[in-house]
């Protein structure tokens, strides 16, 4: 079953764009029209998100954002038998050499981003890396066989990308500063936390908002330079990608610093442009006041409430 997705998949991704694009626009009007994927969770995201916008500006974003997601979906699988030459003129990156500078002067370098314009084809970014160098793409693992499958091969298109699993993230990164390989670490980090993981809450588009945390503490314990990705859709199967410098010394400023900037950052991103950013995602159903409710916080670490002996 594992082989069959994967051929079938790399079969679709051997068809042109033009052919991708028109599959997406048919995608688009079952996914949105007939069956109202998660329109009521992007329209509640949306509406809380932007107050300060009318309900016909909600409509046309919610629907560029529906075209945007299906058109995810096919670049994503077109990862599969993309040529190097047309991914480069697809996919533009403008300060890649900044990394290759840090690199010579013995340090690694992270890079931060959201789940907005196509993080999968972020993950092709180290195709102008040198061989030598790794680039390490955190995941986590999908419950279908078939389909972790069919995306770890999405996301090992460079020779030197190396999908870890994040419980194994911190492992990798230990054993290729020992031996002195010098890697570029993504990390996607504005999912929501669980309840138990929740150590730090920010403003985020006129929310309160948990957020992780875990990819700054490993960025501290590697002693990375952090760059937060910014990445625009000019058009219709192109991207631009700028890397933003957030610090060059984690330990030097204070805790959750660094994943304050990044929400600042991706928030600014959304602003100019909310089309595509994952907005199927119910990242704000954790609220500050059921967190309070539920826990309370004790030298750093969430303890679990007795709501019962209380009473």
Known sequence: MTKLVYYL???????????????????????????????????????????????????????????????????????????????????????????????????????????????????????????????????????????????????SYPPNAIPVPKRDILRQLVTWKREGIRSLTGYIADQAPKWQNIHCWLPFLHHETPVFTGAERIMRKMNDVVYFVEMTRPRRGYYHVTYRLIT????????????????QLLEEAIQRDPVPYLWTHNRWKRTREEFDRRFSVSHGKVIEKDLTAQG
């Open 9 to 155: 998949f790399y079969a679709l991704s051997l068809l042109p764009f033009w052919v991708l694009y028109a599959l997406s626009d048919i995608e688009y009007f079952f996914v949105y029209r007939v069956i109202g994927y998660r329109r009521k969770i992007v329209r509640n995201n949306l509406s809380s998100a932007f107050p300060e916008k009318d309900e016909a500006e909600i409509r046309r974003i919610e629907r560029g954002f529906y075209h945007w997601f299906c058109d995810y979906f096919f670049e994503a699988v077109k990862l599969l038998s993309i040529s190097k030459s047309e991914l480069r003129r697809r996919l533009i990156i403008t300060n890649s050499a900044d990394h290759e500078e840090w690199y010579r002067q013995g340090r690694n370098t992270a890079a931060i981003l959201g789940h907005y314009c196509n993080w999968e084809w972020l993950s092709h970014v180290g195709y102008d890396m040198e061989p030598t160098r790794r680039q390490c793409l955190i995941y986590d693992p999908l419950h279908s066989k078939a389909f972790d499958h069919l995306f770890f091969q999405i996301r």
């Open 248 to 263: 060059d010394e984690p330990n030097s400023l204070p805790e959750f610093e660094i994943t304050r900037r990044f929400f």
